[in-house]
């Protein structure tokens, strides 16, 4: 099992960015696809990005555009960048490992997450 520490939430005003950090204690964090996913009050838990061991990255279409998953494998460490935040980004924040790049379904560790509030 993996141990993730998300870092980097907070409140933001609309149009705004934010850029989360989350850290992995493995020593083979190279081998481990990575993901972003969030979860708002009374919704499903949802992955919106996700960074294949190479780089290549995959995102739900409610954030194309806007948001970008990098890693630094140096640093066993995963970022997403927010940009242009809308109200309906707000969500606790959750970082998670393995997750299938094609079809975006979750791995099975998951950090413990950070909250996203965007409002004016």
């Known amino acids: 099992q993996v141990q993730l520490v998300e870092s980097g939430g907070g409140l933001v005003q609309p149009g705004g960015s934010l850029r989360l950090s989350c850290a992995a204690s493995t020593t083979i964090f190279n081998i481990y696809t990575m993901g972003w996913g969030r979860q708002a009050p009374g919704k499903q838990r949802e992955l919106v990005a996700v960074?294949?061991?190479?780089?290549?990255?995959n995102y739900a279409d409610s954030v194309k555009g806007r948001f970008t998953i990098s890693r630094n494998n140096a640093k066993n460490t995963v970022y997403l960048q927010m940009n242009s935040l809308k109200p309906e980004d707000t969500a606790v924040y959750f970082c998670?490992?393995?997750?299938?790049?094609?079809?975006?379904?979750?791995?099975?560790?998951w950090g413990q997450g950070t909250q996203v509030t965007v409002s004016s």
């Open positions: 998670n490992a393995g997750p299938s790049i094609q079809t975006m379904v979750p791995g099975s560790s």
């Open positions: 960074v294949s061991t190479s780089g290549y990255t």
